[in-house]
């Protein structure tokens, strides 16, 4: 059963930008934390970013200043803003819902590519 749905990657120039979205259903994202991870070819998946129900946030070093992660609670969707973009910012984009120690099952992911 799908509970987070990705979108938004693509192919991009070094340099460039992307939106990628996450969204789910209200309940869940009332009462979540949504959190980005990203996992490149032959590496283990790493965090990103993540904003809680009351919308703190919490970014990553590596991408910090570069990426933005907020949240459109009209549509259940949280947003990862993604500047300046690197080629090693090349990975698979996962979201995932969590709460109480239990978070939803990771989807397909998005593919971003940055050439450079």
């Known amino acids: 059963q799908v509970q987070v749905v990705e979108a938004g990657g693509g192919l991009v120039q070094a340099g460039g930008s992307l939106r990628l979205s996450c969204a789910t259903s209200a309940r869940i994202f009332s009462i979540s934390v949504i959190s980005w991870y990203r996992q490149a070819p032959d590496k283990q998946r790493e965090f990103i970013a993540a904003?809680?129900?009351?919308?703190?946030?919490n970014v990553t070093s590596s991408v910090k200043g570069r990426f933005t992660i907020s949240r459109a609670n009209a549509k259940n969707t949280v947003y990862l803003q993604m500047n300046s973009l690197k080629p090693e910012d090349t990975a698979v984009y996962y979201c995932?819902?969590?709460?109480?120690?239990?978070?939803?099952?990771w989807g397909q992911g998005t593919q971003v590519t940055v050439s450079a």
């Open positions: 995932v819902a969590s709460r109480d120690g239990s978070r939803t099952p």
């Open positions: 904003v809680s129900p009351y919308g703190s946030t």
